[in-house]
């Protein structure tokens, strides 16, 4: 492979999928955080998406769902079922579309896609200085699934699953919250932390998303 190219896949698939680490430049590699031991999934909460479907981004294929999100305005996506499956699919779309927004995107999806604090601040310091400015158009991620760790009405621990063109394969552990009636993801408050871990085999149980 030209080494000019293999270099721009890397870049890719580095910066697609995992939040603020890539957007600082930084490789990822850590263990997941702990569970809180009394947040646990509720009782007949919906935890697999229905009425799948799929919508392009900036090249990236992002699931659609009867959970979520129900209003798409340019990069910006909205409007998630306070359930299990809407906040995972709120984690999805939140953590790509931060990753591979443009120059002129990025700051509405920060405003409306990330929850306020420290984490937030620093991604938007990081972001501002590098530039994006045209959509992938080989070799993109894609999402294979997902795993919730932790629920609550409240905020909810989302394992991602990503495959990368290498066929490697990625976990990236993120955090929403329901704020101002819909989810919002968390970025951590250190941007050192890992979020992302390469994985040999995606969970079991794990609820997949079947690509287009």
Not at 38 to 52: C, K, R
Not at 68 to 95: C, F, K, M, N, W
Not at 108 to 131: E, K, Y
């Amino acid at each position: 492979m030209n080494p000019s190219r293999a270099h721009h896949l890397s870049v890719v698939a580095l910066l697609a999928f995992t939040g603020p680490i890539a957007v600082a430049g930084l490789i990822a590699c850590g263990s997941e955080n702990p569970s809180e031991s009394d947040a646990t999934p509720s009782t007949g909460a919906v935890a697999v998406p229905t009425g799948l479907r799929w919508q392009s981004f900036q090249g990236v294929d992002l699931p659609v769902a009867e959970q979520g999100p129900h209003h798409i305005e340019g990069a910006v996506a909205t409007g998630y079922d306070r359930s299990p499956a809407g906040a995972a699919l709120a984690a999805i779309q939140s953590t790509v579309r931060m990753s591979i927004s443009t120059d002129s995107q990025w700051p509405m999806v920060g405003q409306r896609m990330l929850a306020p604090g420290p984490g937030r601040d620093a991604w938007a310091t990081a972001r501002a200085q590098i530039s994006i400015t045209a959509p992938i158009t080989s070799g993109p991620p894609k999402v294979l699934g997902y795993l919730i760790s932790r629920y609550t009405l409240d905020a909810t621990d989302v394992d991602i699953y990503t495959v990368h063109p290498d066929n490697s394969l990625t976990r990236n552990n993120t955090h929403v919250l329901w704020r101002s009636e819909d989810w919002r993801l968390q970025l951590p408050d250190n941007s050192t932390t890992a979020t992302v871990t390469a994985v040999a085999l995606a969970p079991a149980d794990m609820v997949a998303l079947t690509p287009r």
